[in-house]
């Protein structure tokens, strides 16, 4: 189970840290990713970490401002999101892919609204 928070409404220019928990046995195989969806539009890749060794990738939109992290004794990930801009508006999926699937897990998303 995937549990997002720390969505919120910030100006741009600003930050925020989303944290996504992950419960529900070992981690070790999985990769967690955050991707984020605006109605109408299909759920666009941001960034994603492997749990076993941290190996991180973001997408070229987000390079430089957002950063993805992992709290293996926590099981916690997260996206700090920095010089955010109203294009970042979206709701903020973390999923995670085990074992060989292919992003199998969701959580249920939190809100970033940037605001000009």
């Known amino acids: 189970q995937l549990v997002e928070s720390g969505g919120g409404l910030v100006q741009a220019g600003g930050s925020l840290r989303l944290s996504c928990a992950a419960s529900?046995?070992?981690?070790?195989?999985?990769?967690v990713g955050w991707f984020r969806q605006v109605p109408g539009s299909d759920r666009d890749f941001v960034a994603s970490?492997?749990?076993?060794?941290?190996?991180?990738y973001a997408a070229d939109s987000v390079k430089g401002r957002f950063a993805i992290s992992r709290n293996v004794a926590r099981d916690a990930v997260y996206l700090q999101m920095n010089r955010l801009k109203p294009e970042d508006t979206a709701t903020y999926y973390c999923a995670a892919q085990c074992s060989g699937q292919i992003w199998n897990y969701w959580g249920q998303g939190t809100q970033v609204t940037v605001s000009s």
């Open positions: 529900g046995g070992s981690h070790s195989s999985c990769t």
């Open positions: 970490i492997t749990w076993t060794g941290g190996v991180s």
